[in-house]
Each structure stands twice: as C-alpha cells, then as structure tokens.
C-alpha cells in the first residue's frame, strides 16, 4: 500500500481545486437559481446537476494522466504502482461525485419543496428521464457507474493522446466513427440492444462496467510503454 | 566483496530516435557512495542518459543496472533515485507544501526537518505555488527535494538554472556537508564546471552519444597541462605531445597538451623558462569536444 500513497496524494492534490470550484459554482448557480424561482414565481424552469458532474468526469478523466503520470514517473514511481494508483483514485473519485451528487439532489428537492417551488423550480435527476421508481441508492449505484465509465472512457482517450499523441487518438476516433456509421457494424451490435432492451438498468449497467474494464485494461496496456515525454516524443 | 550501494553499472548502452543516436553503445560506471560529474556540451545524451538510468525511457539496447539490479518497473530500485530535473519537477499549480508532503511518502529516507531548514536558506514561502515561484526559486525548490530526500542515488540535471550566486554556492556547501554526513550516490550534469568540479570525486564527460571521458577527479585533473612562454620555446617543448589547443598572444603562446607530466618535462621547462600548470576540467571538456568535433568535420570533408 505504501507504494501507491504517493500516487493517490498525487491524484488527490491534482484533482481537489477542481472538485471543489465545480461543486461551488453548482451550488452558487442552484441557489441563484432558487432566488430566482421565490423572486419570479411565474417562470417554469429546472435544473439538472447529473451532466455537468458527467462532464466534469469526462473532462476529469481526459486530463488526469498528461497531468499525473510524468510527475509519478519523475517521484520514481513504477507504472504499475501508478497504474494501480490511478484505478483507485479513479473509484475513490466516482463514489464522491456520486454521493456529492445525491446530497446535492436530496437537499435541493427538500429545499425546493420545503419553500413551495416544486411547481415553477425543479431539480431534475435520474427519476425525470423514465427512472420514476427508482431509490436512493440505486441512483447512487447508477451515478457512480456512469461517473467511472466516463472517467475511463476519457481517460483511455488521455492515455493514447499522451502516448502517441492527436494524429493517433485523431484516426482512432475517425475509425470509431465510421465503424458506428457502418450498417454492417451496426447490425452485429443489434443482439446486445436486443439484450440490454429486455432490463434496461440492469443489463446497461453490466454493459458499462465490461466498456470500463474494457478501457482499464487498454490504459494498463498503453501505460506499460510509456515514457516521461508525452506525444510520443521519446 | 560487497559493492558500496549506489552502485550503477552501464554496459552497451544505446539509445536511438529513428535516425538519430542520442547514446551510441555506452559503458560505464557510477560508483556507488561518490560525487560524480556528468559533462558534456548540449546534445551530449546526458539527460537522455539520466532518464534512462530512472526508467524514464526506454533503452534501444544494452542494460543498466543499479546495485545489480535493473530499474525498470522495480520498485525496490527506483526508491532509492530521486532525480531533479532542470524543469518541471513539480505540478505548477501545487503549493511548495504539497511537493514536499508528496516527496515524503515518495522517498524513504525523506527528511522533513532538513527540508524545513532548507526552505529558510532558499527564502521559500511554503504556502506558494509552484507556478509563483522565479525560474531560480523553482531550481531551489528541487535542490531541496533532491537533498532533502536523502536518496541512495540522487541525481540532479542543471539543478541551479537561475539560482543566483550565493544560492549556488549555499547548494554547493550543504550538498558537501550533507553528503558527508550521509554519504550517497550523487550524479551532477552541469554546465558551471570551473564552479562545482571542487566537489566531484570522479568525471564522466559524453560527447556526441559516446564516452569521451571518465576517470578520477584528481587523475583528470594530471591528465592535461597548459605549456606557457615564448612560441619558439614552447613549441620546442610541446614537440611529441598531443596539443589539444593551442593560441598565440604577440610572442607569447600557450598551449594545452593531454598527457602527464614527467619530471624530464618539467626540467626541460624550466631550462626554456616556459610555465607549466594544470587544465582546469572545464577547459578541457571545452578542449577535448571541440577537438571531437573538428575531428569530425574533417573525417567527413
């Protein structure tokens, strides 16, 4: 363990100025936007904190390896403690956004109701895209999958940019593309739809941590070769 | 016999960028519990050297091995490395604390209270950032940390760009008293030669990717002369010997000639009143690349 702890400090010290500006700008704009609400009592809006905190994840998971890995590899960390490092700062970060996320919205629908907005100010979550039923922690579950399957989707994205640089992760992409827009691709992918359709949460679920073991296992390979320069200079 | 630890062993050491040979089949030693100094001119291959010496890079061929072992993906070695870079060492927008908190749990034999104590000689504000911090404030910041950290093998790569006068010579006065205390491996690549070369025990000087050099300091220091006097008598003298430089002033001339002295030379020299004094290592690095690299204008007219 002790081997890691450099790794995760590096990770957390990277990543908590960001954390805590986002989820301030989140809270300053909700409760902006409940003044508002009491101000205006005849506007009709909401608000939806679960994209931006998928952003934020996106975006989090795109940058963490061009900002962490030469400076772990420069501490004289190996890439598998660092590797491993990062998998774990990867989970670590999923369930806070997740439970930050569920805070956000258990706090701001009570506090909405509480103040008789329900009707002109909503905050939306998983339960106003079809999940009516769903609880408390299956929304957590949900959010913390969709949170590290974005963090590593991204971060596979980071690990090939930094590795071999934007030509690469440019093609890669172009491929992706024209591989989804090929019918041929797209009728091999019906089975799984088919699949998936017949438990929708379930079975995405289970499809998304097979992508994020997926994507670990590609970074993990990307990483093995990879040096202090990024871009595939050296 | 057990080998000093901090021993690093160099065999066939190569490494290419396509067409480009940054090390061409090196071998060498640092050994283990000295002060080493690492020269060369730009594009000598020392930092690609320390980089693969870290596991930064790979090599194209030949093996590296500190205390025995080789250090890629091995933890046990690269604990004991710490390598300070000549830039971006540390994340910019960390505070000084944060590097330092994180060089504590990355280096067993982290020091805490010497790094306090050293941030009271580099006047550095623990609270700033990084990326606040002047170019020198930044060099200080790693010679800190690469001090501080106590490494069986600490390596430090141009560590004092824009470090002022005083601050150099404060790094290069607790770099011998620390080192004295706890004697390690300790590899300088630098271009302040005449500076620092007091401090060196032995000198490894890479040219163009290859060894061009390594031996004990005060052999080095044996191996080049400077003749002075009058050109007649000079040259006289200088007849037989390698001159690695030479250069006239009126009638006056000197010359740098690599070899030892013999006491027939310095009788001889006496006779022709012509001054014999030793080539600081500076100089001769100058000499001796400069020599390599005409050397190779002419191989390839």
Redesign the interface.
Known sequence: M??F??VL??VW??IR?SYFIFWSILLAVTIFNVILALSLPELRFGMSANFAVYAYMAAAGFLMIK?TF??S?????????YYWGLVLGFLGLAVAQAVSLLIYVLLFSSLTEWLGLADNFRIFSLRQVGLTDISWINMLIIDFTIGLLLLTLFSLAGAILYRFGWLILLIIGMVGIVLIMTPSFRAALEPLVEWVSVDLVLRLLILAGGVILFCLVCIKLVLR?A???AGGK? | MNKIRGQIDIEHLSKT?GKFVALDNITLSFDGGKIHGLLGRNGAGKTTLL?LI?????PSAGQIRIDGETPF???AV??K???I?ES????P??KIK?VL???Q???PNWDQDFAQQLLGVFNLDPSKKVKALSKGMGSALGVIVGLASR?EVTIFDEPYIGMDVVHRQQFYDLLVEDYSRYPRTIILSTHLIDEVSKVFEGVVILDQGRVLMQEETDTLRQKAFYLRGEANQVDQLSQGLKVIHEEKLGTTKEVAVLGERSHELDLQAKQLAVTIESVPIQKLMVYLTTQTERGAQHASV
Do not use: V, W
Request: with cysteine; proline share 5%; aromatic share 16%.
């Open positions: 002790q081997a702890k450099p400090k590096l010290f990277d100025a900002e030469p400076y590899l420069g501490m004289s960390s190996t890439r598998y403690h070769r040096t202090i320069e050296r | 960028y980089h870290n596991a930064h890079l790979f993906e091995n933890p690269l604990r490395i710490c390598f870079r971006g060492n540390f994340k927008n960390f944060d908190e994180l060089a749990l990355a280096y490494a």
